[in-house]
């Protein structure tokens, strides 16, 4: 009979453990994942916040995942469906997606090692679709456009005062 491989390099314990000693067990977990195993199926008992930590960055994995798919698409020159939820990165030329994905990616892989929080991810990705609103914006299109009509500043006249 082969032995069950830690999942999590957690603790393995039997159903009828966790029964007989579930305090011992608990606070086991509050240091890290145990694995429950029942017959054949394998449980895990962590921390409510650990399970939110994990689902939340692989939601975060899978945006970037999907935002990387629709970038190789784009420079591959693949039609995008115009119902993607990335359909404003057409806006941008082949060398600025690449910058995109890069900037995109290292921005996510400093938020999985924690070094910045996940939120920064979205704020990234947000600052990109600001910046295809604005190269497809007719009125910003016509700002730059304008031909410049500079003036220079003149030096300021100093009024003087006299003193009575």
């Given at each position: 009979?082969?032995?069950a491989?830690?999942?999590?390099?957690?603790?393995?314990v039997s159903?009828t453990a966790?029964?007989?000693r579930?305090g011992?067990?608990?606070?086991?977990?509050?240091?890290?994942?145990v694995t429950?195993?029942?017959?054949d199926q394998?449980?895990?008992?962590?921390?409510r916040?650990?399970?939110a930590?994990m689902?939340?960055?692989l939601?975060c994995?899978?945006?970037v995942?999907d935002l990387v798919h629709?970038?190789?698409r784009?420079r591959?020159?693949a039609?995008?469906?115009p119902?993607?939820?990335f359909e404003w990165?057409?806006?941008?030329?082949?060398n600025?997606?690449?910058?995109m994905a890069?900037e995109?990616y290292?921005?996510?892989?400093?938020?999985?090692?924690?070094?910045?929080?996940?939120d920064?991810?979205?704020?990234?990705?947000?600052?990109w679709?600001e910046?295809?609103?604005?190269v497809?914006?007719p009125y910003?299109?016509?700002?730059?456009?304008?031909?410049?009509?500079e003036?220079?500043?003149?030096e300021?006249?100093?009024?003087?005062?006299?003193?009575e």
């Amino acid at each position: 009979m082969a032995t069950a491989q830690p999942v999590f390099d957690d603790v393995i314990v039997s159903a009828t453990a966790l029964n007989r000693r579930s305090g011992e067990i608990l606070d086991r977990a509050l240091e890290k994942c145990v694995t429950i195993m029942r017959n054949d199926q394998a449980f895990v008992l962590l921390r409510r916040e650990q399970a939110a930590e994990m689902t939340n960055l692989l939601r975060c994995a899978q945006r970037v995942l999907d935002l990387v798919h629709a970038i190789d698409r784009v420079r591959s020159t693949a039609p995008l469906d115009p119902a993607n939820e990335f359909e404003w990165i057409t806006a941008f030329p082949s060398n600025d997606l690449k910058n995109m994905a890069e900037e995109v990616y290292e921005i996510y892989a400093r938020a999985r090692s924690g070094e910045v929080p996940l939120d920064e991810v979205d704020a990234v990705i947000h600052e990109w679709q600001e910046s295809a609103w604005a190269v497809r914006s007719p009125y910003v299109r016509v700002a730059f456009e304008a031909v410049a009509n500079e003036v220079p500043l003149t030096e300021p006249v100093l009024a003087t005062t006299t003193r009575e």
